[in-house]
């Protein structure tokens, strides 16, 4: 395992070496804040039986977090429960809006891995890795012609043109999984580092996963609570706190002050 | 606007797919399959003939034909705006997952319903040869006066999209003003010649007032009764509508990344 590490490492000074790539900046985050305040949904009802204003709850998950991402770095994001580090990657994937500060992806195709995105149960498996894939932002074309590469990948045999319905659990997570694997985009928002299957399978989805990680080309953001995960496969790793970044730096540092934190 | 157009030429071979496959999924889950697409506006329309055919005694010339086709077109209307309300709660796991267009959502839901209103007017045709209507020399209109319900419904739906995020009842309050415009749009009764000699005023006021009226007893002088439309009229709606919906796609832009904050 520390072997890979230090390959990720050696890559990283070969880009050194070639400085208009190393200093390419992937992902610029400048002073952003993210809220949910004010937009709750009310109901008629309720404010024709309350007509004083509710009380709004204001509740700050992001606060004022500047920092750049280079183009092939992976950046490791690290942070106790509702620390607003999810928040963060929905905001970089386009899912929320800041509402302040801004987030610049350099025109960098971006997504945020998450499996099984609109899956329907009653098409095959097929329909589903192009209405999946379509969704994440392919076009029909690109997805076709990675398709012999997603289902090779996910290892489903015929059943690939059955209804997903009569699946086990364990084949609709590798079919999700190998989509999401093989359709790539130059950044990608990780939120938890995903193996899925048996044993066997997780292995492979594993060693998938660090493969596309550690492509040189490709800028990566790892939301984790393994700090095992994140030794091994970062560059850098940020530690939020609150809303905040507390620190942010070299893995082994910023991850031990974080260990003796957590104590 | 150029930004709607467009998401709309991306994401349309997105929107048709999922279209199929919801209905592929519909058909899937029933025993009669598509048959219920033709059954459910056929049995729609017997109890609309036994209360007002039968038990009051309609007049209309070619009644059964007269309530299929208001029937088609109120329920393609009906779908749509009532389904809008909760569009977006609907389809949570892909809102809160990727970035997608919002209306793309509503698009494909239109399409749906599109796709069923087409059966029904296949079946509004064999009526109409087995009841010996004679061919109407404005029957192009059809297609002018079906594009403008489009747009109309597209445009009451986007902006009920966006309030049905945050008001969580609207659905009830949605439901029974479409009852209330149920009766006002004349699907069992000729607006012009039941209301038309006592309530002159009445009959104007709603037929000009309430598109879908406008647009079904358009659609029957024009299919039926070889009658020109009242073209003013339809233009003035498709004016309306195109502002409003301007005014729709507007506001579902500005608020798409709140709604993953709200639901």
Redesign the interface.
């Given at each position: 395992m520390s072997n890979n590490t230090d390959v990720i490492k050696k890559t990283e000074t070969d880009n050194s070496n070639n400085k208009s790539l190393s200093e390419e900046i992937a992902i610029e985050v400048k002073d952003l804040w993210i809220g949910?305040k004010d937009?709750?949904?009310?109901?008629?009802?309720?404010s024709l039986l309350k007509l004083k204003k509710a009380h709004v709850e204001e509740f700050q998950a992001v606060r004022g977090v500047s920092y750049t991402v280079r183009r092939g770095e992976i950046l490791g994001i690290i942070g106790k429960n509702g620390s607003g580090k999810s928040t963060m990657l929905?905001a970089l994937?386009?899912?929320?809006?800041a509402d302040k500060g801004s987030i610049d992806l350099k025109g960098n195709s971006v997504?945020?891995l998450?499996i099984g995105?609109?899956f329907?149960?009653?098409?095959t498996g097929r329909?589903n890795i192009?209405?999946s894939g379509?969704?994440?932002?392919f076009?029909?074309e690109e997805i076709r012609e990675k398709m012999p590469d997603i289902i090779e990948f996910a290892e489903l045999g015929k059943f690939i043109d059955k209804?997903v319905k009569t699946y086990s659990s364990g084949m609709y997570s590798k079919l999700a999984f190998s989509i999401t694997a093989v359709l790539q985009t130059e950044i990608m928002l990780i939120d938890e580092v995903l193996s899925v299957g048996d044993a066997k399978f997780k292995k492979k989805s594993y060693r998938k996963m660090k493969e596309l990680i550690s492509n040189k080309d490709r800028t990566v953001v790892i939301v984790s609570h393994n700090e095992q995960t994140l030794l091994e496969l970062c560059d850098r790793v940020m530690w939020m706190h609150d809303g905040e970044i507390k620190r942010i730096g070299d893995p082994k540092e910023v991850l031990e002050e974080y260990a003796e934190f957590m104590k | 606007m150029t930004r709607f157009w467009n998401d709309l030429k991306k994401y349309y071979k997105y929107e048709v797919r999922a279209a199929k496959s919801e209905l592929k999924t519909e058909v899937a889950n029933s025993y009669l399959n598509w048959i219920w697409w033709v059954l459910d506006p056929l049995f729609t329309m017997m109890i609309y003939y036994l209360i007002f055919g039968v038990v009051f005694k309609a007049k209309e010339e070619y009644f059964t034909t007269f309530l299929f086709i208001g029937q088609t077109m109120w329920a393609f209307f009906n779908k749509n705006v009532v389904q809008s309300v909760r569009m977006i709660k609907r389809n949570k796991s892909i809102v809160a997952r990727v970035y997608i267009p919002k209306f793309v959502l509503l698009v494909s839901n239109m399409m749906i319903n599109g796709f069923k209103m087409a059966i029904s007017w296949v079946i509004v045709v064999i009526m109409m040869i087995a009841t010996k209507v004679p061919l109407s020399s404005h029957l192009i209109c059809f297609i002018p006066i079906l594009l403008v319900m489009v747009l109309v419904t597209f445009a009451v739906s986007i902006n009920l999209m966006h309030f049905g995020v945050f008001i969580e009842d609207l659905g009830n309050v949605i439901n029974i003003a479409m009852k209330l415009l149920l009766y006002m749009t004349g699907i069992f009764y000729s607006i012009e010649t039941r209301l038309g000699p006592d309530h002159p005023l009445i009959a104007k006021i709603i037929l000009h007032g309430n598109p879908m009226a406008l647009l079904i007893t358009d659609m029957r002088n024009v299919v039926l009764y070889d009658k020109a439309p009242h073209w003013i009229w339809l233009l003035i709606w498709t004016v309306i509508s195109l502002i409003f919906s301007i005014i729709g796609i507007k506001t579902i832009y500005k608020n798409e990344n709140t709604y993953a904050k709200v639901i």
């Open positions: 949910y937009i709750q949904a009310y109901s008629i009802k309720k929905k994937a386009g899912i929320f809006c997504s945020l998450s995105v609109g329907q149960k009653e098409i329909e192009l209405l379509m969704l994440l932002g076009s029909e209804p | -």
